[in-house]
């Protein structure tokens, strides 16, 4: 699971991960079917047979409310991954293998043998017999130079005498190893890696990323790039340049401990760097990942402890960490002892005897300050997230050094541009609704996007306010959630337990709105589910200052003697779904004080065509008509209305877009919506569950 990424392409978090591995290893146990041959589902080990069970499974009295006990649907949801995982490993993999011009003759071996021998130093249990490969010359000008198929799982060889070896240095010991059947020769037609590069599709291939290693994943997108090139049907697609984004990257702060009982603390401050540790690792720079570190660990220390603290801070030391980000020297439990900023990347020391992981660091103050309350016990600890702690931090070393300024001022931060155009791009919307939403935003300054789930209207909310701005600043936007237990404390300000006692913590509002009122740029603030708070009871007195002709206007705070406003250059924007049956209207009094802009299911727009073209699939094309002739018979529904359309953004996918990909959809997507919708009406749930199964067959 630590491999596979969600539908927006972010990894899953470790609690996920713990929560769906449980549920799939113990969950069928409640479920008391006799025809079942494990209730392990991880001893199930092909995807034939995991499919059966899993029909047997869904189709049990309790599976539900088994379902419902795990937890955010963590039993349903980690067998559908399970199943995605034991097809994929069915499924041929493709991999690059790559060789130095320096140590071996690359272009020649493959010009002269049809069969090669390649050593695997990752992946190899993941590599096996028949997946694809790709043969990889590195170096200037170098790229793929062949294609060709994996004859047999990694297997350990002897090194033998090679006529294309051009080095002593390469391994003389016994390796890891898989033969590879060379099929296609491109070494009078290199794909160069500059082109790869320059493609927004394969310019994050890992072996563009990280040269460090003999053999690289191909992912399937990537993958189908490649495969057009050599087949002559490539259409380029350029990249952005991702380093527009932020020129210089948002400051974090850090806990840093230089060695145990901070005994290199006085040769760091004078040296002007920062270290840690695990030296045996060699240089940090090569680990493509913070488990092939913790699997070096293992290699080197031994393998009975986990090195999850371990590998999670030599790889944020090396990788994470940045220049201008501050870090604040610890001592034992209780002394803060030094301040400084990290002034270069990371690099390996090899002429010190310890301590060899290096940064340069311009050390701004070194003494000895009580820390309140007991300090995090890890070596690193990025502290950036706890925002009261690190002001706190940096408030201590103002007053030491009689600036009560320092912090004030934030580092300028580039951003890439956001136009109207790229909006009209990213949002299925007409260039029309989008210059309404706009206006109405600038003149009421509080706007409520409502509609069916799945029309992307959070989505939506930030890159209006990116196109507002001109830019894709999110210093300037801020998004929270609102839930039935949010309250005005939360929000505003309220007390809170502290070391002692009770103090007055600000809340996410107050403080967005103190960070807007310098500055005339628009800032935007993003609530989610707003109507799922108390909203009367959330913003309390401000209720009356944020209407759009009462900004810059004061009242006296609740908790504070302080005459409080919001300012003009704030805007809001809320989201509430319409199908939400079990939440009330939002009351008349904030009914005047927001404008409302209803977004609907994009499947007859012309940028959501456009999708449709690119997808290029009949199966999908196929279930859209079906969901838009569902929508028709929803809307007309009495009971439930268009405010319970299905939206598009149900099948907006970032992954390919295959038959495994549509079942999901439709299994554990939309016929789950369905049934909820008619409840009460069983009849027409199966005849739209039949019509749906039957758009992908």
């Known amino acids: 699971m630590s491999l596979q990424k969600k539908s927006n392409n972010e990894p899953y978090k470790n609690n996920t991960i713990n929560a769906y591995t449980n549920s799939i290893s113990r969950s069928s146990k409640k479920l ?114 062949a294609t060709g198929t994996v004859l047999n799982d990694p297997e350990t060889r002897e090194p033998l005498d090679d006529p294309y070896r051009r080095s002593d240095q390469l391994n003389n010991e016994s390796y890891l190893a898989v033969d590879i059947k060379i099929e296609k020769k491109l070494t009078d037609e290199i794909i160069e ?129 940045k220049m201008g980000d501050v870090v604040f020297v610890k001592k034992g439990l209780s002394k803060i002892i030094g301040r400084g900023i990290v002034a270069t990347d990371y690099f390996y020391d090899s002429s010190r005897g310890e301590y060899n992981n290096i940064r340069k660091v311009k050390w701004t103050h070194e003494g000895e300050w009580d820390h309140e309350g007991q300090i995090v016990l890890k070596t690193l600890t990025d ?64 706007i409520i996007l409502l509609g069916a789930p799945g029309v992307g209207k959070t989505y939506a909310a930030e890159r209006l306010a990116y196109s507002m701005m001109g830019k894709k600043d999110k210093s300037r936007v801020q998004v929270v959630q609102f839930h039935q237990s949010y309250s005005y404390e ?44 108390n909203l009367s009871k959330i913003f309390g007195e401000l209720l009356m200052l944020i209407e759009n002709d009462k900004r810059g206007k004061e009242l006296r705070l609740l908790y504070e003697d302080e005459q409080f406003s919001v300012p003009e250059n704030v805007f809001i924007i809320g989201m509430m779904n319409t199908a939400d049956r079990s939440l009330a209207m939002i009351d008349y009094a904030l009914r005047r004080r927001f404008a409302f802009f209803e977004f609907e299911p994009a499947f007859e727009s012309l940028g959501f065509k456009e999708y449709q073209n690119e997808v290029g699939n009949e199966k999908f094309d196929s279930l859209i008509q079906t969901v838009i002739a569902m929508n028709i018979e929803i809307a007309d529904d009495a009971a439930l209305g268009s405010g319970f359309r299905i939206g598009h953004s149900y099948f907006s996918s970032l992954t390919e877009i295959d038959e495994h990909w549509l079942k999901e959809v439709v299994e554990y997507e939309l016929i789950p919506l369905i049934t909820e919708y008619w409840f009460d009406e069983p009849s027409q749930i199966s005849l739209w569950s039949k019509k749906l199964r039957g758009a992908i067959q």
């Open 383 to 446: 502290i950036t997230p706890y925002t009261d702690y690190h002001k706190k931090l940096e408030r201590m070393f103002d007053e030491v050094s009689g600036n009560n300024n320092a912090t004030d001022e934030e580092v300028e931060i580039l951003y890439s541009e956001y136009t109207e155009k790229d909006f009209l791009s990213d949002v299925y919307i007409s260039e029309e609704k989008y210059r309404t939403l706009k206006n109405l935003l600038i003149r009421k300054k509080n």
């Open 490 to 533: 939360d929000f505003i300000m309220g007390y809170r337990p502290s070391e002692n006692g009770f103090s007055i913590v600000k809340g996410p509002f107050y403080e967005f709105c103190k960070k807007a009122e310098p500055d005339d740029r628009p800032y935007f603030f993003i609530i989610d589910e707003i109507n799922r708070g």
């Open 32 to 145: 008391d079917l006799p025809d079942i041959p494990t209730t392990d589902l991880f001893e199930i080990t092909s995807f034939e047979e995991f499919t059966t069970i899993h029909n047997r499974i869904l189709s049990a009295p309790n599976f539900r409310e088994v379902d419902l006990s795990a937890g955010n649907k963590a039993y349903s949801n980690g067998m559908i991954l399970y199943a995605k995982f034991l097809k994929e490993r069915e499924e041929p993999s493709t991999w690059i293998f790559q060789g130095n011009p320096k140590y071996y003759d690359v272009v020649g071996a493959v010009n002269d043998l049809d069969q090669i021998t390649w050593a695997v130093n990752q992946y190899p249990k993941q590599i096996k017999e028949g997946d694809e490969a790709y043969i990889w010359l590195s170096g200037t000008g170098g790229g793929i130079i």
């Open 193 to 321: 890696r500059t082109l790869l590069l320059a493609d927004e599709r394969t310019k994050k291939m890992e072996i563009l990323g990280y040269a460090g290693a003999t053999n690289f994943r191909v992912k399937r997108e990537a993958n189908k790039v490649i495969k057009n090139i050599i087949a002559g049907k490539y259409e380029h697609i350029p990249a952005t340049d991702s380093s527009v984004e932020k020129v210089k990257e948002e400051k974090r702060y850090w806990i840093y401990a230089p060695g145990e009982g901070s005994r290199f603390w006085k040769e760091f401050y004078a040296k002007g760097i920062m270290g840690i540790g695990w030296e045996e690792l060699g240089d940090l720079k090569p680990y493509a990942t913070k488990n092939s570190m913790k699997e070096k660990m293992k290699q080197v220390y031994g393998d009975e402890f986990s090195y999850k603290n371990a590998g999670h801070a030599t790889w944020q030391f090396a990788n994470e960490m």
